[in-house]
RNA sequence: GUGGGCGUAGCUCAGUUGGUUAGAGCGCCAGGUUGUGGUCCUGGAGGUCGCGGGUUCGACCCCCGUCGCUCACCCCA
């Protein structure tokens, strides 16, 4: 029989790196919940408008990278590519309070070639606040963003930082762009002489020399903002500037999705040495709920992958566990299975990890296993201690035999057992 | 979608110009007398050499195809 393995791009993650996702995960929740956020689950796939409308039909990922399917009623559905336009499909259904703050976990589907930190599936954590334009919300979602990383041991992360501007300001800067392009687009790079008209701000984010070169003497998008724009860009940099979070103002910064308006920035992880390093990005997306349907409420999020998260703290040499994940105490017993069964169920309502011998393997092959699954206590429960009603508690990480080992009786061995652990 | 590298035991890898029963280290299991792990010693289990064709007296090795992994371009988390 032939066996299974993961689809491409996919990954199992099983223990010990499976701690390391628990401890982001709860690190970030933790933050999150600081920061007034509460969780929102919303499903893992919508209906396509969802995000073809929510990104932006033209976008590089509603276009080609999205996991779209029929189901049995013939509805088109795809599995959320990323987490922005499912939370306010969300809000705009359900119409919470405002301001309205949610935190979020989640795997997101791109169709793409795998390759070091980029996946078919990856997952995302992040954050979505509704209901506010003050630029005291935009420097909250960036504050949270950057304790976490710091919480997380990343140190070599730079934070870039640019405005769209409102519907307005962009056009006028468009137009501007695409009449730079259009007189220089002889030295645009390969791709872009052919494509520059149908998407100028893409040749902005383009990495290539030719492109790079004529962008950098054309006009720049900071000096089309209108005045209430500059100044909300100004006063989200003074917040950053006040919590002493360093940024940089990017005015290349255009990002992927077209729902961004005003505040847009992305973290970047400098330890991380290909192309992949960005670790998270977000902005403000003014227009995004009418564009779902709803009525006009700005917002604004970000979004984080764990995978590269994960990368960029190894990049980085960060060794941290963040999260206890290791039993306590490991149950010998070498009288048959009753004392285990029973003595295990005691110890975990007393709230210990506990793992025991399964089978009838000598005492010393279940020692061995004791020692293997990292626990600081084994309890030996054998004939002798059978007869004497008590329990043989041995810490496994001294060798003196005789100050490793003492006999407690079996009503005290919770109190023992935790006298010993808490030494 | 395009291109480079790579697929041998659970893991990391050897495998000479194609030549008998494919190896090592680690891990795993069991022993090293009378109930005790981590070091040491001995033994053992475990592999359709990714899969399918082809060349050859003979293929882990050469050729073709295919699947997968990986890296890069593109784009993004």
Same mark, same amino acid.
């Given at each position: 029989m032939t066996s299974f393995q993961s689809p491409i791009g996919t990954h199992d993650v099983l223990a010990p790196q499976s701690a390391l996702w628990e401890g982001l995960v709860a690190t970030f929740a933790q933050y999150a919940y600081r920061f007034g956020f509460t969780l929102i689950l919303t499903p893992?796939?919508?209906?396509?408008g969802v995000f073809n409308r929510g990104i932006g039909e033209g976008s590089e990922v509603a276009t080609k990278e999205m996991y779209v399917f029929q189901d049995r009623g013939d509805r088109t559905y795809a599995l959320r590519p990323e987490g922005t336009a499912s939370v306010v499909r969300a809000f705009v259904q359900h119409q919470p309070t405002t301001p309205y703050k949610g935190w979020y976990v989640t795997p997101a589907f791109r169709y793409e070639r795998p390759q070091a930190g980029r996946y078919r599936q990856h997952h995302q954590l992040g954050v979505e606040a509704l209901g506010s334009d003050d630029p005291a919300l935009d420097v909250e979602v960036i504050a949270l963003a950057w304790r976490f990383f710091q919480a997380l041991g990343l140190t070599r992360v730079r934070l870039l930082i640019n405005s769209m501007g409102h519907d307005e300001c962009r056009s006028r800067y468009v137009d501007v762009l695409r009449g730079h392009l259009e007189e220089h !687009?002889?030295? %645009?790079?390969d791709e872009h002489t052919v494509t520059w008209s149908h998407n100028p701000l893409r040749v902005l984010d383009c990495k290539r020399e030719p492109c790079i070169a004529v962008t950098d003497d054309g006009p720049s998008l900071p000096d089309f903002l209108c005045a209430d724009c500059a100044t909300h860009l100004a006063r989200v940099r003074h917040g950053l500037d006040q919590l002493g979070i360093d940024h940089v103002l990017a005015p290349r910064l255009v990002r992927g999705f077209d729902y961004y308006t005003r505040t847009t920035f992305e973290f970047v992880a400098d330890a991380l040495g290909n192309a992949q390093n960005a670790i998270g990005g977000g902005g403000r997306y003014d227009g995004l709920t009418e564009r779902l349907g709803g009525k006009p409420t700005s917002g604004i999020g970000f979004g984080s992958g764990i995978e590269r998260l994960l990368l960029a703290r190894e990049a980085e040499g960060v060794t941290s566990n963040l999260i206890k994940r290791s039993i306590d105490v490991f149950i010998v017993d070498t009288s048959g299975q009753d004392v285990a069964t029973v003595l295990a169920d005691d110890l975990r309502a007393a709230g210990f990890a506990v793992e025991r011998g399964f089978g009838e393997r000598s005492m010393k092959s279940q020692m061995k296993s004791a020692d293997r699954s990292g626990a600081r206590v084994a309890l030996l429960i054998g004939p002798q201690e059978v007869a004497a009603d008590q329990i043989t508690m041995r810490d %496994? !990480?001294?060798?003196d035999f005789e100050q490793a080992q003492q006999r407690v009786t079996r009503e005290n061995i919770v109190g023992a057992l935790r006298g010993h652990l808490e030494k």
């Open positions: 893992m796939f919508e209906e396509v !687009r002889a030295q %645009l790079c %496994l !990480r001294s060798d």
